[in-house]
């Protein structure tokens, strides 16, 4: 069983649209929650990170985590074409010093016109 | 604010040839510095990471090394190529605690061994 999973998708969803992309863990070490966006043949760029269970947001987006279920979403509200990528969950372990993150293998999200 | 840069974006090289990536952090000073993977459909692989210079710690056996020569340069090499060794390679940096575990990354070279 892998550390972290992630549905692949393709996900295509309407311009507009309410989009959940989630990930699962077993982990139960796992302390600090990320999310990457992906562009086609570029780096990832990190959109949102927490650390606690519960709700974070910024702007359209919504970084929901629940520690108890080992379970993590990203929300996107009013989703415009741009928001064309590839999505990574990632995790850490804290070692006190550097960050080791543990990546899901990304979901492709595709907004139509 | 910060920038990271990797060189070159693209390479082919052939089986058995030598590989040197680079990587260079602008607008921080001791940051960590990690080398990543990303092979298609598999997510991304921590290879090595760099709490500071000379210090290395190697995350997957392979043929592959890395250096810190200096503070915020961290360069990825291999003595022979392996056709295994393709891949997107990815640089990221983040900073001392509490903000170690935010990793921001470059933007990649694409390494495709022939």
């Known amino acids: 069983q892998k550390e972290v999973e992630q549905d692949p998708g393709p996900l295509s969803v309407p311009e507009g649209a309410i989009v959940s992309l989630n990930c699962t863990y077993s982990?139960?070490?796992?302390?600090?929650f990320m999310w990457y966006r992906q562009y086609s043949r570029k780096g990832p760029e990190l959109l949102m990170y927490?650390?606690?269970?519960g709700n974070k947001e910024d702007g359209r987006f919504t970084a929901q985590v629940d520690k108890s279920s080992k379970y993590i979403s990203l929300f996107i509200r009013d989703s415009q074409p741009s928001d064309s990528a590839t999505y990574l969950c990632?995790?850490?372990?804290?070692?006190?010093?550097?960050?080791?993150?543990?990546f899901g293998t990304g979901t492709r999200l595709q907004v139509t016109l | 604010s910060q920038t990271i840069h990797q060189w070159p974006a693209t390479l082919v090289q052939p089986v058995g040839s030598p590989l040197s990536l680079e990587c260079t952090v602008e607008?921080?000073?001791?940051?960590?510095l990690y080398w990543y993977r990303q092979a298609a459909g598999r997510g991304l692989q921590l290879l090595f990471y760099?709490?500071?210079?000379?210090?290395i710690s190697s995350e997957v056996p392979q043929n592959l090394s890395a250096s810190r020569p200096q503070d915020r340069q961290f360069i990825l090499s291999s003595k022979k190529l392996l056709l295994s060794d393709s891949g997107f390679y990815l640089c990221?940096?983040?900073?001392?605690?509490?903000?170690?575990?935010?990793?921001?990354f470059g933007p990649g070279t694409r390494l495709t061994v022939t």
């Open positions: 990632a995790m850490s372990v804290n070692t006190g010093t550097a960050s080791k993150l543990t």
């Open positions: 990221a940096w983040s900073g001392a605690q509490p903000k170690e575990d935010e990793q921001y």
């Open positions: 760099s709490v500071g210079i000379g210090q």
């Open positions: 982990n139960s070490a796992f302390q600090y």
């Open positions: 607008g921080t000073s001791n940051p960590n």
């Open positions: 927490t650390y606690s269970s």
